[in-house]
């Protein structure tokens, strides 16, 4: 089945600077790539996703890239605020699996002030 | 707008002891899923509902079952709870299988 390993798990940045979130997969017909960002106590919730026909999509501050041919993904935040502190999971589906999400370990990242 | 709503957000319980964990979904999606979130592990999915009247297992279906009510709700049993089934349970929706999933916040679930 599909493995989606994610790194770093902790990331600490300063407010302004940027983040960068990669995400491997193992499974060569993943066609869609989901981002959510967990605050605590509360679900995840989606911020961004990009299927396989597409190399990169924008949405203000966050971006996410799409290499499929080395089978990775990349979530990119821009002038960091301290409000994007959460937890950042990246996920990913294929037919293969009957298109049942499989979720990277997470990032805690931490935008100091 | 509620989305997927849990209930309860807490529970402890006994070794031994059964509880059905409740979720509803109120944006007419076809699609419900139920998850575990333990610390370091990312989500697993336990149990998933593609349409109304259909369940299949997920990657960690031991120890549980599940109900699709109707269209809107989905429920999570644990029939006889074990230590290891202590961690934070998420219900989630989406429209179809590839589409955006919409998450629940969760029921905190302790077994001593």
């Known amino acids: 089945g599909e493995n989606v390993e994610q790194h770093p798990s902790t990331l600490s940045v300063q407010e302004g600077d940027s983040a960068v979130i990669k995400c491997t997969y193992s499974d060569s017909a993943s066609n869609y790539f989901p981002w959510y960002k967990q605050e605590l106590g509360k679900g995840p919730q989606l911020i961004i996703d990009i299927r396989s026909n597409v190399g990169e999509k924008k949405d203000q501050r966050i971006a996410v890239t799409l290499n499929k041919t080395a089978k990775h993904f990349s979530l990119h935040i821009t002038e960091t605020q301290p409000e994007d502190s959460a937890v950042y999971f990246c996920a990913a589906s294929s037919h293969n699996a009957g298109n049942m999400l499989t979720f990277g370990g997470g990032t805690r990242l931490m935008v100091k002030p | 707008n509620a989305g997927v709503t849990q209930t309860p957000k807490f529970q402890v319980l006994k070794t031994g002891q059964s509880m059905t964990l409740q979720c509803a979904q109120d944006m007419n999606h076809n699609s419900m899923y139920w998850y575990r979130q333990d610390p370091g592990m990312g989500l697993r999915l336990i149990y998933y509902?593609?349409?109304?009247?259909?369940?299949d297992k997920g990657e960690v279906p031991n120890g549980y079952n599940v109900s699709r009510l109707n269209k809107r709700e989905f429920s999570l049993r644990l029939e006889s709870a074990a230590p290891s089934q202590t961690s934070v349970y998420f219900c989630?929706?989406?429209?179809?299988?590839?589409?955006?999933?919409?998450f629940g916040d969760g029921t905190r679930l302790s077994i001593l």
């Open positions: 509902s593609a349409s109304e009247g259909t369940t």
């Open positions: 989630a929706s989406s429209d179809v299988r590839d589409q955006p999933q919409h």
